[in-house]
C-alpha cells in the first residue's frame, strides 16, 4: 500500500515562495511516477508537475515552467514542489499523487494525498 502525506501550505503573498512536501510509503520511488496536481475552488483538478520513476526527467504545466520545481529526496522518501513568483491564480488545493505507467508510458495515478492549501494574495 502507498500512503502519500502533503504539507507545506500556506497563505504567501504574491511574488513569494512556498516549498511543498510529499512523504511517501511503500517503496514508491522505484515503480511509479510522482506527480503535483492542483485543485481551485469550482475547478477541475489540473496537472502542475511531475518526475519520473527514474528521478530524472521532469515535466510541467506551461503556466509553471520557470516558477515551479519537482525534486526527490530518496533518504527521506519525500518529494518536494518548489514554487517560486508566486501568483494568484496559484490558488489551489495542492496535491501529491503516484502514478502507474503501462510499459514506459505514465498512466493514471493510483494513489493520492490528502491535499494541502496554497493562497496567494496580492
Known amino acids: 500500500q502507498v500512503q502519500l502525506v502533503e504539507s507545506g501550505g500556506g497563505l504567501v503573498q504574491a511574488g513569494g515562495s512556498l516549498r511543498l512536501s510529499c512523504v511517501t510509503s511503500g517503496r514508491t520511488f522505484g515503480s511509479y511516477y510522482m506527480g503535483w496536481f492542483r485543485q481551485a475552488p469550482g475547478k477541475e483538478r489540473e496537472f502542475v508537475a511531475a518526475l519520473s520513476r527514474s528521478g530524472v526527467s521532469t515535466t510541467y504545466t506551461n503556466s509553471v515552467k520557470g516558477r515551479f520545481a519537482i525534486s526527490r529526496d530518496n533518504a527521506k522518501n519525500t518529494i518536494y514542489l518548489q514554487m517560486n513568483s508566486l501568483k494568484p491564480e496559484d490558488t489551489a488545493v495542492y496535491y501529491c499523487?503516484?502514478?502507474?505507467?503501462?510499459?514506459?508510458?505514465?498512466?493514471?495515478?493510483?494513489?493520492w494525498g490528502q491535499g494541502t492549501q496554497v493562497t496567494v494574495s496580492s
Open positions: 499523487g503516484a502514478g502507474r505507467y503501462s510499459g514506459n508510458v505514465p498512466s493514471a495515478i493510483d494513489y
